[in-house]
């Protein structure tokens, strides 16, 4: 639910797709607040392993997810991606390696640990705005969002997508691992019984395959113009 209209656009679809730099540019370019709800689940199942939590042991991560310290610092343009902090210290790189993606997608499929960060994402929906980038954010934490999209691509592009990401950090990575890691993690996003990953019914569905993030951010803001969103 959103209060005093504050206008929101959301942004839901699988990992690699785009929608996480897509989010940051459409928020620079709007001048509106950012919220990455994907990386809130991460830094749950990071903290959990950190304090030595089961990702298994729902009541425990349901009291870390609604005691988590954050920061996030947001960066304000394609150059400067910000940063997230948790606990003190710097976690931007941690927490988009492989690992921790498996285990943020594992405990975002317990009720009480999704009802603790719900009314936590909602919170970030401020005046001038939101942009909201997740899996379901259209469905779920914003149902009543102004506008949605939903970003997809496909499984070889946004393989390829993530293999070219970490190996720009200096990650030795394998193209067949990370391909067949998306496609396990797909199938547990689908199918898992809580706020499973689909497009909200009256989502914008955007194949970002073979367009350049330019020219889907083009595609967006322009569909929010004819809109009147923006």
């Keep these: 639910m959103i209060e005093n209209n504050v206008p929101v656009v959301t942004i839901d679809g699988p990992g690699g ?4 730099t897509l989010a940051r ?3 620079h370019e709007l001048g509106w607040h950012l919220l990455d709800s994907g990386a809130l689940y991460r830094l749950t ?6 304090h ?3 990702l298994e042991d729902e009541e425990s991560l349901k009291v870390l997810a609604a005691h988590l310290d954050v920061q996030f610092l947001a960066g304000c ?6 940063g997230i ?5 710097h976690v931007e790189n941690t927490i988009r390696t492989e690992e921790v993606g498996a285990w943020a997608s594992k405990i975002a499929t317990l009720p009480e640990v999704r009802r603790a960060l719900l009314s936590r994402q909602r919170a970030f929906a401020e005046m001038p705005g939101l942009v909201a980038d997740g899996r379901d954010m259209g469905t ?3 149902d009543d969002a102004n506008i949605k999209f939903y970003l997809t691509a496909s499984t070889e592009e946004r393989a390829r997508r993530r293999f070219e990401q970490l190996q720009a950090q200096g990650v030795d990575v394998s193209l067949d691992r990370l391909l067949a890691d998306i496609k396990a993690r797909d199938d547990q996003d689908s199918n898992r019984a809580v706020a499973p990953l689909k497009p909200a019914d009256d989502a914008i569905i955007i194949d970002s395959t073979k367009l350049t993030i330019q020219e889907v951010l083009d595609k967006v803001l322009d569909t929010m113009r004819r809109n009147a969103v923006i």
């Design 140 to 142: 779920v934490v914003f």
């Design 77 to 82: 343009d394609d150059s400067s991606k910000g």
């Design 85 to 89: 902090v948790l606990e003190g210290e």
């Design 45 to 50: 199942a990071l903290a959990a392993v950190n």
């Design 52 to 54: 030595g939590v089961s």
């Design 17 to 20: 797709s785009g929608k996480g």
């Design 25 to 27: 540019l459409l928020a």
